[in-house]
């Protein structure tokens, strides 16, 4: 303990414990964020079915329909730890069990938990529905896949990365910074769609060379989820940033730049 340290313990010994929690609050915000960022790269290697032990199409072996129940079980799980949690309601009520600054990363460790616990427990369905021979192509739809991954990442940089996954609020807790009001936004992609993010998921998951049943039910409950969450956020958008976000969507589309809003 240097001799400041111990001046500031001995006038106030909250001080120290304050500081200890903020010290362990940021430790515990690096370790969401690692345990997000394993599960995102794992996510990769098992849709575009690279890499990785256990993919979109290899597991036990499971009669179809025991699988397509399994399989929409684990992904209504995601949706809805998914969605609720992101809900300024839950949020509200949440953060009086939980401390505000450690409230976005227990968010994305619950998201990416629930996450692993899909890939490790998905069932392959594995009746091909589409088979792209043409290599050229193939390779096109490979490297779209890739492209709507990278168009994910970039996103997340663009509107806040640090942010959205919690780092920004801990670090801020840490160092003793009142914490901004969010921002309404709409820097580089934001300008042409709305929901960028959402649009390279969409991408990654549909473009595949070979598509296999699992990955078929995977994309199309994954594609109704996103545009169920973009209901809902817009939902909160609106609320948070009225006006601004009503004429954000009047004059920038959803998902596809070059069409008018819906
Ligand atoms: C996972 S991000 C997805 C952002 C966007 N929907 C997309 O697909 O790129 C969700 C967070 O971004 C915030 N957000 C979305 N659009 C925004 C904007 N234009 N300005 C500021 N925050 C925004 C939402 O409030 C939410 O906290």
Request: charged share 10%; no cysteine.
């Amino acid at each position: 303990m240097t001799q400041l340290d111990h001046q500031i313990h001995s006038i106030n010994p909250e001080a120290a414990g304050s500081r200890l929690f903020k010290l362990i609050a940021f430790l515990y915000g690096i370790a969401a964020y690692l345990v997000f960022f394993v599960t995102i790269v794992y996510a990769i290697g098992f849709v575009m079915g690279l890499v990785v032990p256990k993919t979109i199409d290899t597991g036990a072996n499971t009669p179809a329909t025991e699988a397509v129940i399994i399989n929409l079980l684990l992904m209504t799980l995601f949706a809805v730890q998914h969605s609720v949690m992101a809900r300024r309601g839950f949020k509200a009520w949440w953060t009086q069990l939980i401390p505000k600054p450690v409230e976005r990363s227990t968010y994305v460790l619950f998201a990416s938990l629930s996450l692993l616990l899909l890939f490790w427990q998905w069932r392959p369905l594995p009746t091909v529905i589409w088979n792209v021979a043409n290599p050229d192509l193939a390779v096109t739809l490979i490297t779209l896949s890739l492209a709507g991954w990278v168009l994910v990442f970039t996103s997340t940089f663009i509107i806040n990365h640090f942010e959205l996954f919690g780092l920004h609020q801990v670090t801020n807790h840490l160092v003793g910074k009142q914490a901004a009001p969010p921002r309404f936004r709409t820097p580089l992609l934001y300008k042409f769609v709305r929901h960028p993010i959402y649009l390279g998921f969409i991408i990654a998951f549909w473009a595949a060379p070979t598509m296999t049943a699992g990955h078929l039910l995977f994309a199309a409950v994954t594609t109704a989820y996103i545009f169920v969450g973009i209901a809902l956020e817009e939902h909160d958008l609106v609320d948070l940033f009225g006006d601004e976000y009503r004429q954000y969507k009047q004059r920038v589309s959803m998902l596809i730049p070059w069409r008018r809003s819906v």
